[in-house]
């Protein structure tokens, strides 16, 4: 099997990010945001993606934080949906379907993942607070509208029971880690598609 990393810098006036991914790797991350903006709880969640995915990521990322932090978390699931598409190169012998039910405290979260190669998000939850911290909730669906997008995924995120919209936010990535996990495991060299090409 040939080794599955990605590697992505992208540059705008908005933000600067250099990104690493390993989905072969064992949950290590170092991941550098800035402290303004809520971006805390975003490196939070992206640890969790990569621990509970067992992926290995590295993400440098500065941005214009100082109006808001709307760009920033954008382009991350930019980036980190590039560096996917390209990771998981032709996905021949992939299980290419997963999906995961994660509880945290009185929250379930569903997700469910077809690295297909058609962009579709389905994003079914009520989030009852507008921040967390200084984190805006409303930029968690800007991320994953940018992460189904540039990775080029079927993405359904369900929110099976509601509550703390941390609870809502994390239980939703750790399931997204888990059912991507699943998705990208390699169990031959077939090409999971009768049409011959994903």
């Keep these: 099997m040939s080794t599955r990393i990605a590697n992505i810098t992208r540059n705008t006036t908005e933000t600067q990010i250099e990104l690493s991914l390993n989905l072969d790797g064992t949950g290590r991350f170092d991941i550098l945001l800035p402290r303004e903006a ?6 939070h969640m992206l ?11 590295s993400i440098k990322a500065t ?5 808001d932090g709307h760009h920033l978390v954008e382009d991350l699931g930019i980036a980190l949906g590039l560096a996917l598409s ?9 299980a290419r379907y997963g999906f995961f039910i994660a509880p945290m405290d009185e929250v379930l979260m569903l997700c469910a993942v077809d690295f297909c ?4 998000l389905q994003l ?4 009852q607070q507008q921040r967390i911290g200084e984190f805006d ?8 509208v940018a992460l189904a997008n540039n990775a080029k995924i079927n993405l359904h995120i369900r929110e099976m029971q509601g509550g703390n919209a941390h609870h809502v936010i994390e ?16 169990d031959g060299d077939e090409l999971p598609s009768t049409k011959g090409v994903l």
């Excluded at 640890?47 to 990521?57: N, T, V, Y």
């Excluded at 390209?86 to 992939?94: F, S």
């Excluded at 079914?124 to 989030?127: A, G, S």
Aim: overall charge positive; proline content about 2%; charged content about 30%.
């Design 38 to 43: 809520g971006a805390p709880f975003w490196k």
């Design 63 to 67: 941005g214009d934080v100082e109006i």
């Design 124 to 127: 079914d939850w009520n989030l």
């Design 171 to 186: 239980a939703s990535m750790k399931a997204l880690a888990k059912a991507m996990r699943a998705a990208l495991t390699v």
């Design 86 to 94: 390209e990771a998981v190169g032709d996905k021949r012998g992939i």
């Design 47 to 57: 640890e969790q993606w990569a621990k509970h995915g067992r992926f290995d990521l």
């Design 137 to 144: 909730t409303l930029l968690a669906r800007e991320f994953f």
């Design 117 to 120: 190669g058609r962009s579709y």
